[in-house]
């Protein structure tokens, strides 16, 4: 079995809907990945273990997905300096927009990359840590060119 390269983390089973897409985007392009869910509220002791273990284990980025009280990216961020980006799960109060300032607020110092809210968030956000994979892993990188020229082949010209 190969190490995954990406961690994705969410603060709740509840988010795996959204949070999959990165997974399947980061499958389709080959890239090994492991998903857990890690609460900054419910779990933080391993909270703590995941993200003060993240550079040891291999992993080179990682994707934190969650809702609400939106802490869980930051948190990682704060113990990692590997990438860490942030997905606001789209949430039932507040469809999200909690969710998302929780996240891209983080003071200057350290990081989160953040994306939009909900599926698109979470699939960009698999997209970008496969990038960034890429930089340095040349078949990736074709593999990444091949998956966005089918994208754009894709794409009707007339609306109907
Ligand atoms: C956050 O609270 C999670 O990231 C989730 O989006 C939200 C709701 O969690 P559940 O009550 O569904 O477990 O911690």
Redesign the pocket.
Known sequence: MTAPLVGIV??????WA?MKRAAEILDKLGVPHEAKVV????TPQRLVEYATSATARGFKVIIA????????PGMVASMTRLPVLGVP?Q??ALSGLD?LLSIVQMPGGVPVGTLAIGEAGAVNAGLLAAQILGLSDPALAERIEAWRAEQTAQVDEAPE
Request: proline fraction near 0%.
């Open positions: 969410m603060g709740s089973r509840s988010d959204t609460s900054a509220h419910r997905g969650a809702g609400g009280a939106a802490h869980l799960v949430s039932r969710s």
